[in-house]
């Protein structure tokens, strides 16, 4: 991200496993009726290693995170709105610091978290303070060539007894590559038989529930695992946390949701971390 006067940059590696599945659900969801403020808007451009980032590069996640730990308010994943064509347009909800009705909104002179995402690990973040409701900014972001993951040795030599191997490789052919089997915490020599988020139907809609496991063992030491539960209502839309399931710490807690809405199917999917 191009260097703004006022905005603090700080960077902080997480890797992160997305797994997704869709449900249909049933029933009608009410809410109470207000008229909702205007959203800020902060857009801009990506490029890596010298090269513009287009909207073919759907892994990568640009949001808005309340505090260090605080929710994901506002997610664009790259490619998601064809208007946007290769920029991101992100849309932060916010509202008057005297009628905070919305604890997924950020309030007129707050600090915003506002970062990059692949798929494996955050690239970049800046701090932006939010300034007036309905406004426009924009913040381009400019990074190096994004990091290779790379596996810690003690994990390698527990599983396999040699150091050295190949992040991308499936040694077990499961479909999740090693990285992905460190990050989620499962087993990469015994192929995984089930998905790692289950859903049951139910009269009203579905129960979706996750183990989820703490960061512990060779390898994991000084790490701590999280969980994120996110939705959609569309194919290509933006994909957007649930609230209160952002970034749950695994402890070896079995975590479960209820999803009752409309009659069209709705997607989810489980973002696991490390950090």
Do not use: C
Not at 26 to 48: H, Q
Not at 161 to 188: H, I, K, S
């Amino acid at each position: 991200m191009k260097p703004n006067p006022g905005i603090r940059r700080t960077r902080r590696p997480v890797s992160i496993v997305s797994l997704w599945l869709a449900i249909g659900t049933l029933g009608v969801v009410t809410a109470k009726a207000r008229l909702p403020e205007p959203d800020t808007i902060l857009w801009g451009t990506i490029a890596i290693d010298g090269q513009p980032v287009t909207a073919a590069r759907t892994d990568l996640v640009v949001q808005a995170r309340l505090g260090a730990a605080g929710p994901v308010i506002a997610a664009y994943r790259m490619g998601s709105d064809p208007a946007a064509g290769n920029r991101y347009v992100l849309r932060i909800p916010t509202q008057t610091p005297e009628a905070p009705l919305n604890p997924w909104a950020a309030s007129i002179g707050t600090a915003v978290r506002i970062q990059l995402t692949s798929a494996v690990q955050l690239l970049d973040e800046a701090i932006e303070t939010v300034v007036e409701r309905g406004g426009f900014a924009r913040r381009d972001f400019v990074l190096g060539e994004t990091p290779a993951p790379v596996l810690p040795e003690a994990w390698q030599i527990r599983y396999f007894g040699v150091t050295g191997l190949d992040p991308n490789a499936d040694p077990d052919g499961d479909g999740r590559t090693l990285w992905e089997e460190f990050v989620a915490g499962t087993d990469p020599t015994q192929p995984d038989t089930g998905p790692l988020l289950g859903v049951e139907g139910t009269a009203g809609g579905a129960i979706l529930a996750f183990m989820a496991h703490r960061a512990e063992g060779p390898g994991y030491e000084g790490r701590t695992r999280v969980y994120t539960l996110e939705t959609v209502d569309a194919v290509g839309a933006a994909w957007a946390p649930v609230p209160g399931l952002t970034e749950v710490v695994g402890a070896g807690q079995v975590v479960t949701h209820t999803s009752e809405g409309p009659s069209n199917p709705r997607f989810f999917r489980l973002r696991i971390g490390l950090r």
